[in-house]
């Protein structure tokens, strides 16, 4: 069983900066890539960026280019979104989720149905 728990959200003005964490537990935690996706109100709960098993694959979506970072450290087990130059368009409530894969695998998984883990979100909001 894969549990993941966000942390980290919260209020922020415009061009501020927010440090979210995604702890990823369970036998197969450490053996997935992670993603962390975000939804407001009335809205499809869209793609940010992803990392691999190995680290070795890293993707964004357009939006976070440029202004966000994903990492993650294996030891802690846990995924990072480090997110500068926020906009009032980033305000959402922010989930991590995980898949299970093979160490070698750096595919670009970026929909919904790609993941069959999720946390519960947390709130980030952006104001202006």
């Known amino acids: 069983q894969v549990q993941l728990a966000e942390s980290g959200g919260g209020p922020v003005q415009a061009g501020g900066s927010l440090h979210l964490a995604c702890r990823v537990t369970?036998?197969?935690?450490?053996?997935?890539?992670v993603a962390w996706f975000r939804q407001t109100p009335g809205k499809e709960r869209e793609f940010v960026a992803s990392i691999s098993r190995s680290g070795g694959g890293i993707y964004y979506a357009d939006s976070a280019k440029g202004r966000f970072t994903i990492s993650r450290d294996k030891a802690k087990n846990t995924v990072f979104l480090q997110m500068n130059s926020l906009k009032p368009e980033d305000t959402a409530v922010y989930y991590c989720?995980?898949?299970?894969?093979?160490?070698?695998?750096?595919?670009?998984?970026?929909?919904?149905?790609?993941?069959?883990?999720w946390g519960q979100g947390t709130q980030v909001t952006v104001s202006s």
């Open positions: 989720a995980a898949r299970p894969t093979i160490l070698s695998d750096n595919t670009y998984y970026s929909t919904l149905t790609d993941y069959g883990h």
């Open positions: 369970g036998y197969t935690g450490s053996r997935s890539a």
